[in-house]
């Protein structure tokens, strides 16, 4: 699949134009990172997704929770470690048999399987103990990276810290400008 999209890329046809998923481009003070969203295999987590985004509800946030062989995570903090508020929590689509391979973008939860609102994180490397399995309903994935993974690596290298009471916070934010779905 991957070698079929670059061909295509190649040949001058983007993703979005190529897919029938959408892409939404994240525009980043580190860069640029664009994302097709897996909208058959994970409905409610992309719709849920895209309500944000619509609502211009990630723009101004930070990725507040970085640890390079693991994850990067946003959607949720302003840059002063404020909350942002969220919609009403949605069902968990783990069982949908996608991954949490590296450059998947997956909803962040609380202990509660169905606790799913506006954070995200991108998998940085294979974390397969994320996956439903057994007693672990796991985490669901909803998208992967389709561009701007060079991106992911550089923020996924930046030093971190405590702020807030929070752990493994970007010492310079590292900010969400805005995330639109391409055209």
Do not use: C
Request: charged letters at 20%; aromatic letters at 8%; a positive charge.
């Amino acid at each position: 699949m991957k070698k079929i999209i670059l061909i295509l890329v190649l040949a001058g046809l983007s993703v979005a134009a190529i897919s029938a998923n959408p892409v939404v481009e994240m525009k980043t003070t580190m860069g640029n990172i664009e994302v097709e969203l897996l909208k058959k295999d994970a409905p409610i987590s992309v719709k849920n997704f895209l309500k944000y985004v619509e609502a211009k509800k990630y723009d101004g946030t930070v990725f507040h929770r970085v640890i390079s062989n693991f994850m990067i995570q946003g959607g949720g903090f302003t840059t002063s470690m404020d909350k942002v508020s969220g919609f009403a929590p949605i069902k968990n689509e783990a069982k949908n048999g996608i991954s949490n391979t590296e450059g998947t973008l997956a909803m962040a939860r609380t202990n509660d399987v169905n606790s799913a609102t506006n954070q995200f994180f991108i998998n940085v490397k294979d974390n397969n103990f994320l996956n439903h399995s057994g007693q672990n309903y796991g985490y669901a994935v909803f998208g992967r990276i389709v561009k701007g993974m060079s991106t992911v690596n550089r923020i996924k290298k930046v030093r971190t810290g405590s702020k807030g009471g929070y752990q493994n916070v970007p010492l310079l934010p590292v900010v969400i400008n805005s995330i639109r779905v391409k055209k």
